[in-house]
């Protein structure tokens, strides 16, 4: 016998004992029979009727209405119930997670109109059928496109992370949660649309922005606390489930979704097939990690419309034994929790401020720009390097340690902490354009022989600080040895200037990198105009959502075909 089959006999043999004895087969024949069966067909007249009736707004109406029958036989796992009830119960009361997630909110949006330069980015954007209009659908910034919800979801969130250059929460798992902007922008602007034009979806709500700032502040929690300790790259995961998961737990409830609704729809989240990390590592690196994220909010949107429609939930989704999320992808263990769902989060969170860099390495390449400067000092360059060390966190070392890989394509590049450093010692900046196919950096021979000589070592106590709920800094120290046998100074910055420690002196260029973001795509008044609304609090939280999103349309953009 296979050890295939002995399995499938043992499972079976196990379930089999698990059973009730008053659900025997014999018993669950007549409960299948009567449960499946066949509709009469329609006669010709009431099929012509029923389809010039169909409606989208209509069918999504009637489905509202009705609440999906619970499972019978058990409860929610307590990690869903916990999600659920945080997004419905519990209210955000601290004005400095609004005030960051104003901040993360204007930023978040400038790095989308920054990925709508890059072609590779806009080819994957758009109706999926050329020409596609939806009306009261999504609008999508920068672009003349109005969409679906599901796809409005995928290109905002693929336009948002495009460039990997928005927030990001490091911890066991990493991951950038204004990612979650993707489904919350989609969601709130087509419901608010909608409902102006007659609509009746989640009640008739029209959208704020302050609305859309707190379910920013909820999805930042969900997945940020689900990262605290837990480590989904350490089984091949890629961090978008906590994208997909966050995302339909906050649209479940913009959409009207009843708390066990929502706990209905993030089982579906967990249930549903997670991506790989394989796209991010050598040697499959592609661009499939620059929209994986808009691939999980057009997924949590989906979801949680499906749910509406009255698709039930999968209770015990994460700890079923055999079946489960633990036993089939989590190696048996069980999630761990630091702290409950509030607000500390985006309260907390890192914002990617100088750099277009991967966040392990911004306190590298902040080092090296100040090591750039020291050699022009003293009359030399980057061609003068022996060596570099460079002492750093696990983090680091396990995901963009590439010294001796290949560079074959932004997104290995991008991902590199010693391409990184290279081309800020070589250049003295460090740009998007610099990870692109047959650029100055991306030719350079020099920058190829220079990040050859960066060794990363891991420094445990910077690991620690890493982990420290205290702390939680991004620590990297480089050490330069010259051909002349001059050893320089070693340069350590623990904290990168998006960090909660840095944050006011932080904010002056956020806003210039938001400005910086839309020069490209609007006029001298139009930049002005986002600028001072984005810098009045209680102006920019009054305004409805199609609003705030009309400001952003381009109906002749010079970088959408």
Known sequence: MSAVNR?????????????????????????????????????????????????????????????????????????????????????????????????????????????????????????????????????????????????????????????????????????????????????????????????????????????????????????????????????????VVLVKVASTAVVSKM???????????????????????????????MSRKSWAAGDACQRAVNLALKVLKGESGIPTVLSAPVWGFYDVLFKGKKFEFQRPYGSYVMENVLFKVSYPAEFHSQTAVEASEKIHAQLKAMGKSAADIKEITCRTHEACVRIIDKQFKSMDNFADRDHCIQYMCSVML???????????????????????????????????????????PALRTISNGLTVELNDGTVLPEVVIEAPLGHRLRREEAKPVIMAKYKRHLEPHYSTEKVQQLLELGQNPKKLEAMEVDQYVDLYVSENSKFVN
């Open 255 to 285: 959409l009207g979704l009843n708390e066990k609704q929502t706990a209905d729809a993030i089982t579906q989240a967990w249930v549903d097939g997670q991506s790989l990390r394989t796209y991010r590592h050598t040697p499959n690196t």
């Open 7 to 239: 399995g499938l006999r043992q499972a079976t043999k196990s379930l089999h004992t698990r059973l009730p004895q008053r659900f025997s087969q014999r018993s669950a024949l007549p409960l299948l029979s009567s449960t499946f069966k066949t509709a009469a067909p329609l006669a010709p007249a009431a099929l012509h009727a029923r389809r010039s009736n169909f409606s989208t707004m209509a069918s999504l109406q009637s489905a509202a209405t009705t609440t999906p029958s619970p499972s019978q036989h058990k409860g929610y796992d307590p990690e869903i119930q916990d999600i659920a009830d945080y997004v419905h119960n519990k209210p955000i009361d601290s004005e400095l997670a609004f005030d960051t997630a104003r901040w993360v909110f204007l930023d978040t949006l400038g790095c989308g109109l920054e990925g709508l330069q890059f072609k590779e980015c806009t080819k994957l954007l758009g109706p999926i059928v050329p020409g596609t209009v939806v009306p009261n659908g999504t609008k999508v910034p920068g672009t003349p496109y109005q969409l679906d919800p599901v796809n409005g979801a995928f290109n905002i969130g693929a336009m948002i992370r495009w460039l990997d250059y928005n927030d990001c929460w490091l911890a066991a798992e990493w991951g950038h949660p204004s990612d979650n902007l993707g489904a919350i922008l989609a969601v709130a602007d087509w419901i608010t649309r909608t409902n102006k034009a007659g609509g009746n979806l989640a009640g008739g709500k029209i959208f704020t922005i302050r609305d859309v700032l707190e379910a920013m502040i909820k999805a930042h929690e969900i997945q940020g606390c689900l990262a605290l300790l837990n480590s989904f790259n350490k089984v091949g995961l890629d961090h």
């Open 426 to 468: 070589v250049f003295g900046r460090l740009t998007a354009n610099d990870y692109v196919d047959g650029s100055e950096a991306a030719t350079s021979p020099l920058v190829e022989s220079l990040r050859k000589k960066i060794k990363c070592v891991e420094d445990p106590q910077f690991t620690a600080d890493y982990h420290d």
